[in-house]
Nanobody, 125 residues
Framework: HVQLVESGGRSVQAGESITLSCQIS????????MGWFREVPGQGRQGVAT??????????SIADPVQGRFDVSLDKANNTLYLRMNSLKPEDTGMYFC?????????????????WGEGTQVTVS
């Protein structure tokens, strides 16, 4: 059973940086793809970044609104997915979730993911 636990969310000023962590257990890295999503009340859950790690290579994607500011990476040894967020803006405020789905095609569509963490709150003022 895949389990995900996010951490690292906090309140910051605009322009600062935060790195979110997602500890993943119960999965095989090469058969699952992962994603980061954020949820703002009234706006639903939106894809932020995706990550798929094959045995040798990895592929990532970053959503247009955060392109150039956010980056996603995976620590394979520790099964931890990271979301590095730079130059934060007030509109980046939201609850951030990591998610996993069986399959090698990563997607920014929340409904395609099966396993979700509880989320971690990021507030930018």
């Amino acid at each position: 059973h895949v389990q995900l636990v996010e951490s690292g969310g906090r309140s910051v000023q605009a322009g600062e940086s935060i790195t979110l962590s997602c500890q993943i257990s119960g999965y095989a890295q090469a058969t699952y793809s992962m994603g980061w999503f954020r949820e703002v009340p009234g706006q639903g859950r939106q894809g932020v970044a995706t990550y798929y790690s094959a045995l040798v290579t990895a592929s990532t994607s970053i959503a247009d609104p955060v392109q150039g500011r956010f980056d996603v990476s995976l620590d394979k040894a520790n099964n931890t997915l990271y979301l590095r967020m730079n130059s934060l803006k007030p509109e980046d405020t939201g609850m951030y979730f990591c998610a996993a789905r069986f399959g090698i095609i990563a997607t920014l569509i929340p409904g395609r993911y099966t396993y979700w963490g509880e989320g971690t709150q990021v507030t930018v003022s």
